[in-house]
């Protein structure tokens, strides 16, 4: 079973970059589906990033975060990433890194349910 701990996360002001991180400990860390998703307070946890176990395949939830986050993710070091430039206030919340079994479809890797290993969470702020 793979275990997830995320860091990187923290105050910056609009406009800024942060770059997290998502340390997974376990067997075969290549074999699963990961994905970022975020939650801001009081709102439902959403599908952010998600990339394959090859690094071939990568989807982003839509326009507003493509271009300015890239996913990727190291299979020697076991962690993934999410690089998040020209940060905004919106982008304000606190980002999990989460594990699925592999299946490469949109409806199926943007849903929270899908995943079955997930991290704590790391609070990012987005200060104008």
């Known amino acids: 079973q793979v275990q997830l701990v995320e860091s990187g996360g923290g105050m910056v002001q609009s406009g800024g970059s942060l770059r997290l991180s998502c340390a997974a400990s376990g067997r075969d860390f290549s074999r699963y589906l990961m994905a970022w998703f975020r939650q801001d307070a009081g709102k439902e946890r959403v599908f952010v990033a998600v990339i394959s176990g090859t690094s071939r395949s990568f989807d982003y939830a839509n326009s507003a975060v493509r271009g300015r986050f890239t996913i990727s993710r190291d299979s020697a070091m076991n962690t993934l990433y999410l690089q998040m430039n020209n940060l905004k206030p919106e982008d304000t919340a606190v980002y999990f890194c989460?594990?699925?079994?592999?299946?490469?479809?949109?409806?199926?890797?943007?849903?929270?349910?899908?995943?079955?290993?997930w991290g704590r969470g790391t609070q990012v702020t987005v200060f104008s």
């Open positions: 989460a594990a699925a079994p592999f299946l490469w479809l949109r409806t199926y890797y943007s849903q929270a349910e899908k995943y079955n290993v």
